[in-house]
């Protein structure tokens, strides 16, 4: 079945560190892929997206590249921020199927 | 206008109450989504509506009733609980899928505790 894979957590960097998060995926189609973040105590916001082979998305300094040939979608920012501190979301979908499959979830915590 | 709005914000009801949550939006969207996120966890599909009309249960217990008076609006009745179902529970909306693929937005959510 269609699945989502991230990089286990917690991550916690320092503030201007280099981020990535790992997030590959089997699907059995050609999903679209999300990334979507969680602030404590809120619900969850869409962060960018990509629906086709090499496109990148990207939002706030994040950015993210569609790779078919290795299936997989990571998540980037050159310098983060102690405001970047929440928990992220890999997601895909497939057209004409109604559900999103989510990852397990990567919770990123950002030291001043 | 990409917002969805729900609420309470917070709920605590006892095992023998019956409450519902509400959930709002007003970009047209076609589809509404009931999740579950338990801590540390991520969303669990509950229900999924299009056009109105509930297309998916995820196979919820009974005690969960979902109704879409409107293309705008989605409630959760809750009834008989239990504490397990202490959790937030998530809203969400997006166009419709005619074979691709559309982000979902979400709402804050309920925090809900079942003493």
């Known amino acids: 079945g269609d699945s989502v894979t991230q990089m286990e957590g917690p991550v916690t960097l320092s503030e201007e560190a280099f981020l990535t998060i790992n997030c590959t995926y089997t699907?059995?189609?050609?999903?679209?892929l999300f990334w979507y973040v969680q602030y404590p105590g809120e619900g969850l916001q869409l962060l960018l997206k990509?629906?086709?082979?090499?496109d990148k998305g990207s939002n706030k300094g994040f950015e993210a590249t569609y790779r078919k040939e290795t299936t997989s979608f990571h998540l980037e920012k050159g310098s983060v921020q102690v405001s970047d501190s929440a928990v992220y979301f890999c997601?895909?979908?497939?057209?004409?199927?109604?559900?999103?499959?989510f990852g397990q979830g990567t919770r990123l915590t950002i030291n001043p | 206008d990409t917002e969805v709005t729900q609420t309470p914000k917070h709920l605590v009801m006892g095992m023998t109450n019956k409450k519902s949550l509400k959930c709002e939006q007003h970009?047209?969207?076609?589809?509404m989504y009931w999740y579950k996120q338990k801590a540390k966890k991520p969303p669990e599909l509950m229900f999924v509506?299009?056009?109105?009309?509930?297309?998916i249960n995820e196979s919820v217990p009974s005690r969960f009733s979902p109704e879409c008076p409107n293309s705008s609006l989605l409630n959760l009745h809750l009834h008989a609980l239990q504490p397990e179902d202490s959790a937030l529970y998530l809203c969400?909306?997006?166009?419709?899928?005619?074979?691709?693929?559309?982000?979902?937005?979400f709402g804050p959510g309920t925090r809900l505790t079942v003493t």
């Open positions: 699907a059995t189609g050609y999903p679209s």
């Open positions: 970009m047209g969207h076609r589809a």
């Open positions: 969400a909306s997006s166009w419709i899928w005619t074979g691709r693929s559309y982000e979902q937005y």
């Open positions: 997601a895909l979908h497939l057209g004409g199927a109604q559900k999103l499959v």
């Open positions: 509506y299009s056009y109105e009309k509930l297309s």
């Open positions: 990509a629906t086709k082979a090499d």
